[in-house]
């Protein structure tokens, strides 16, 4: 098998999985994993949730409930590699090894690590400025070229290639450079009217295990306007939209909702929004109640499954005990090929 065609992602253990991870993320993971010339491998980063505060039992739980979560969406142990992070020691191991050609400024530099500073100024830990590089070892280890992930993981993506360049250039060792692969939802705006869908923002998501009355709830509280305006086209690639309402105000929360809309009911309907908004008016009453019919639709049967796989916890666990041993197979080859490299073998 060509290993520039192994794919693998993951998501970190932080909670429950949102409508964000599942179109900017999982719906990648299943595509690629249908296509036959990749061979998938998808993790849970329970590592990486010790970068930022956390807490110990519900790091635990989660770590379990994104392998159900994944379970549930269709990722399938009989395609994929489905396991955890931490039962697979070589990641540690090939991170502390990359950590030898990645320089400090580099990574004071990313802006997803001034984010997180920012976010938590007591927590400034070298395991968070480590962050980008385990990122990069769990991507290398395998070798793979494509990692489904959302748009907010481009820059630990590019420092995973320039990692790879300089392994390669310095020891000689043939890491591919990995791209993203896009998915059509690769960023879900947050109900809030401001930023992307995120389980630590408060408000700003739907999670895959709320039920219909949940959804129209949380859609309820999303902000909106007086529903009658100008619609602006902005953009590059001209498919941003600017809502401006009579008052002559800018509602980002109506251009999320009507996001939202283009991924679950489609573009027609998203067409029709933009021409009652510049006619008669949007009623966002009848708006929010058919989107969360249609994003109910999506969830009910990934709700389904759900409970299936929480009826057979041995299922669960043996999915994870061969995901870690078939993950390790491929590690340990990876590892021993560094250390020969970089001199820390003797060549056999
Ligand atoms: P969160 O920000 O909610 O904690 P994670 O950082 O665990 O989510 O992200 C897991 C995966 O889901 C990543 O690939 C990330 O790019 C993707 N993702 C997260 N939020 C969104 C979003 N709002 N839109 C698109 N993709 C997202
Ligand atoms: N950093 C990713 C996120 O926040 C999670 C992650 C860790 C990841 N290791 C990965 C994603 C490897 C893709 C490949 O979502």
């Known amino acids: 098998m060509n290993p520039t065609k192994r794919v693998l992602s993951g998501i970190r ?12 993320a ?31 039992e519900e790091l635990r739980r989660n770590r379990r409930e994104v392998i ?7 990722l399938d142990p009989e395609r994929s ?22 320089t400090i400024g580099k990574m004071q530099h990313l802006p997803t690590f001034k984010d997180k500073v920012k976010q938590y100024p007591q927590h400034n830990t070298m395991a968070l400025l480590n962050y980008p590089i385990l990122m990069a070892a769990d991507i290398l280890l395998y070798k793979a070229g494509l990692v489904p992930v959302g748009k ?19 020891y000689g060792t043939d890491f591919p450079e990995p791209v993203s692969f896009k998915t059509e939802g690769d960023y879900v705006p947050s109900l809030t009217g401001e930023g992307k869908m995120s389980k ?14 949940t959804i129209q709830h949380r859609l309820s509280a999303a902000p909106t306007d007086s529903g009658q305006g100008k619609v602006e086209v902005v953009g590059d690639d001209q498919k941003s939209r600017r809502f401006v309402d009579q008052s002559g105000a800018e509602s980002e929360g109506v251009a999320n909702l009507l996001s939202l809309v283009e991924l679950f009911e489609g573009e027609d309907k998203r067409n029709k929004y933009e021409a009652d908004y510049q006619g008669a008016g949007i009623r966002y009453g009848e708006l929010k109640q058919d989107l969360a019919v249609a994003i109910y639709e999506q969830l009910e049967p990934i709700q389904q499954k759900r409970r299936e796989l929480e ?4 299922y669960v666990d043996r999915v994870i005990a061969e995901g870690a041993d078939k993950a390790r197979q491929i590690a340990v080859e990876t590892v021993e090929e560094v250390r020969q490299k970089m001199g820390l073998r003797q060549w056999q």
């Open 13 to 24: 253990a932080t909670g429950r999985l949102h409508l964000g991870n599942y179109l900017g």
């Open 26 to 56: 999982v719906k990648g993971m299943l595509a690629l994993q249908a296509d036959e010339q990749y061979q998938t491998l998808y993790m849970v980063a329970d590592v990486h949730t010790i970068t930022t505060p956390y807490d110990v």
């Open 68 to 74: 159900i979560d994944y379970l549930a969406v269709g």
């Open 81 to 102: 590699i489905i396991f955890q992070q931490s039962e697979v020691n070589q990641h540690l191991e090939l991170a502390f090894y990359l950590s030898a050609v990645t």
């Open 152 to 170: 907010d993981q481009e820059p630990h993506l590019e420092a995973a290639r320039e990692i790879a360049r300089r392994m390669n250039q310095d």
């Open 200 to 213: 630590s923002v408060e408000g700003s998501y739907i999670n895959l295990t709320d039920d219909l009355e």
């Open 311 to 314: 009826a057979d916890p041995g």
